[in-house]
């Protein structure tokens, strides 16, 4: 009985890995001022930020923090990300 549980995580997983990475398509980067970092977010992810030595390293840690802030959203309750930067074309069809 267990197994559609463990299938049904795992399908969210991918679907908010995916999510991640469309989101981070749409990520805007900069250079900190008198730093050497790069700061990285994506509009419509209220509060979500990453930083990096590299624009990529950047992108690569905002998917991250992206990822679990849609888990956490989810686990809160929310039905759908409504403040997802993706429009909702490209969310029909997903948990997110």
């Known amino acids: 009985m267990n197994a559609p549980l463990i299938d049904r995580s795992h399908e969210l997983d991918q679907q908010v890995e995916i999510w991640a990475k469309a ?3 749409q990520a805007r980067i900069e250079r900190l001022e ?3 970092e790069f700061y990285a977010s994506v509009p419509g992810t209220r509060g979500v930020w990453a ?3 590299t624009p990529e ?5 905002l998917e991250s923090a992206l990822v679990d802030w ?3 959203k ?3 309750g929310a039905d759908d990300i409504s403040s997802s930067p993706m429009s909702t074309s490209e969310r029909s069809g997903s948990a997110c």
């Open 23 to 25: 989101a981070r398509q």
């Open 34 to 36: 008198d730093s050497d």
């Open 51 to 53: 930083s990096g030595s």
């Open 57 to 61: 390293e950047a992108e690569e840690e």
């Open 70 to 72: 849609v888990l956490l």
């Open 74 to 76: 989810l686990e809160l």
